[in-house]
């Protein structure tokens, strides 16, 4: 067998990206990220890797962004000792999103274990902690872009520009044939492909000709309006203006790296124009405090048309990192407005602050990217009429708002043509970092036209193919799955058990009188005692 790849996550999902290739040589990942979203794949984080921490020889890591980096604390923890090759933006990102993610699993797995604790059920530990985390950073070695590199014997790298993120890269790789040494095995993993005109960062590039391409797929079935600088400006504008017109406080969860600093930079922009009110601006995120000052650093790589460190210095702008600082924002009324991690309402602070006001019919919630399922951001803007947080119910009363204009990701029709300019493309074209409705969209728009339709490839969670071949081949991997293929793609039953409390919450409330709710608790007794 020659090489071999195994979709390790970001399979029919977008999260957990991980991609295992095997060569007569070694052992390499491209990228070794978290998995995020509903409790089943999240469980996954918990569990042993689907191979040796110590066999793998050297990562490539593609971008900082959690879902691509987060479990490579775990993996350095479980005895990989090679090198996790990135761009220098990259590295100094995950210098503080990495400790930031292993502080943040300690002080939920303690939260847990008090609950646990009260339950009478057992302890369990954090994936990693934060020293694991600070120490994983040793293993990182800066690359250049367009610059090869040599990743294993035979094998080697070269990292172009994606325009997602500062520092996130397309990796270009080359692997060796020992019979044709001059014909290479010629692979492009995308990472993540910014959109057109995203703020701050270029346009994506990356070469042509190739016998693989992994392509993302985040939005593969969406095609947005085209969006441009005024565009975009206008559509906050808007958002921000009807919020403060409810006299509320408008919440923004928001990644903490880039799509914070990216909505900082035209809030205060558009504050100075008169545009929208002048109010406070609290960035209220450890994390994104310190990943601003990264941006700061690196202003000079970024459009040089966006003055980034002047906004990003404005005295609207207030930086909260105590958690008491934090928790006296909770005392403000009138319109002011809170950016707070996580993007999706799954962890961080900002969901104290949709606990405090998603019952305000004054307040509004502004979501600004992706939410995959079982996320509560997907819940809220599914429509959810009531939610859980930290165990508690809360009724959804506040404005639910999202735009996309701010997101990372092209959408169908820039990753179409992003991927018909890497051509020729002669063996495959792998669809993963997406949800089933989005691979398959993106599929149907490129298969016949730019790609034939055998050659592309939707694969499952932990399928593994052989490249080498002129075609690649599937192998069979069915014992080896670690979750059902239906379990990657629908909502679990962790989200259908909170779905039914607050259902029944709903009814026994309705009820006409306590007779009546007695009913209902009766029949819900007998549907439990079949």
């Known amino acids: 067998m020659g090489v071999t790849i195994r979709f390790c996550g970001a399979a029919r999902t977008v999260t957990g990206s991980c991609h295992l290739f095997e060569t007569r040589s070694g052992r390499f990942l491209v990228d070794c990220g978290l998995f995020q979203g509903q409790k089943t794949l999240k469980e996954l984080n918990y569990k042993p890797f689907p191979f040796r921490a110590s066999d793998i020889d050297a990562v490539l890591l593609t971008h900082a962004h959690i879902d691509h980096s987060g479990l490579l604390p775990k993996l350095v923890h479980n005895g990989f000792s090679g090198r996790i090759l990135a761009t220098r933006g990259t590295i100094d990102l995950c210098s503080y999103m990495l400790p930031d993610a292993g502080n943040i699993q300690e002080s939920e797995v303690a939260a847990l274990n008090r609950r646990n604790a009260a339950r009478g059920r057992p302890e369990v530990r954090p994936i990693y902690t934060q020293a694991d985390a600070a120490g994983s950073l040793q293993s990182f070695a800066p690359v250049d872009y367009e610059k090869w590199v040599d990743v294993i014997p035979g094998v080697r790298a070269r990292y172009w520009n994606a325009g997602h993120l500062l520092g996130s890269a397309s990796i270009e790789i080359e692997l060796a044939d020992q019979d044709l040494p001059q014909m290479p095995l010629r692979i492009l993993a995308s990472g993540d492909i910014g959109p057109d005109a995203k703020l701050l960062q270029p346009d994506p590039e990356a070469p042509t000709g190739f016998d693989y391409v992994i392509s993302e797929s985040t939005y593969g079935d969406r095609e947005r309006m085209p969006i441009t600088a005024d565009a975009r400006r206008a559509r906050l504008s808007a958002e921000v203006r009807d919020a403060a017109a409810r006299k509320g406080a408008l919440l923004i969860p928001a990644f903490a790296v880039e799509r914070t600093q990216e909505l900082i930079v035209d809030l205060v922009d558009l504050m100075e124009r008169g545009e929208i009110p002048a109010a406070p601006i609290f960035l209220d995120s450890p994390l994104a405090i310190r990943a601003t000052e990264v941006f700061r650093k690196h202003a000079s790589s970024l459009d040089p048309a966006v003055d980034v ?184 039953w962790h989200n259908d058990m909170s779905r039914l409390v607050l259902d029944i919450n709903d009814r026994i409330e309705a009820a006409a009188d306590d007779r009546a709710r007695g009913v209902i608790v009766r029949r819900l007794r007998r549907a439990l005692d079949e």
């Open 309 to 492: 460190r002047r906004l990003l210095n404005s005295p609207q702008l207030r930086f909260t990192g105590t958690i008491d600082e934090s928790k006296a924002i909770a005392k403000l009324t009138g319109f002011h407005i809170i950016i707070a991690a996580s993007g999706m309402c799954d962890a961080g602070r900002i969901r104290h602050h949709l606990r405090n006001w998603l019952w305000n019919a004054r307040a509004t919630v502004l979501l600004v990217g992706f939410q995959p399922q079982g996320t509560l951001g997907r819940i809220l803007i599914d429509g959810a009429k009531a939610v859980r947080i930290q165990g508690n119910e809360v009724r959804v009363a506040a404005q639910i708002r999202s735009i996309d204009d701010y997101s990372g990701h092209a959408d169908g029709a820039e990753l179409a043509r992003w991927i018909a300019a890497r051509r020729p493309i002669r063996r495959g074209l792998f669809l993963v970092h997406g949800e089933e409705p989005a691979i398959a969209g993106l599929a149907t728009r490129i298969s016949g036209q730019i790609m034939p339709a055998p050659r592309v490839i939707q694969p499952l969670l932990d399928d593994a193919y052989e490249l080498s071949a002129p075609v690649p081949r599937l192998l069979d991997g069915s014992h080896h799955r670690r979750l059902a293929p239906e379990a990657v793609v629908r909502l679990d």
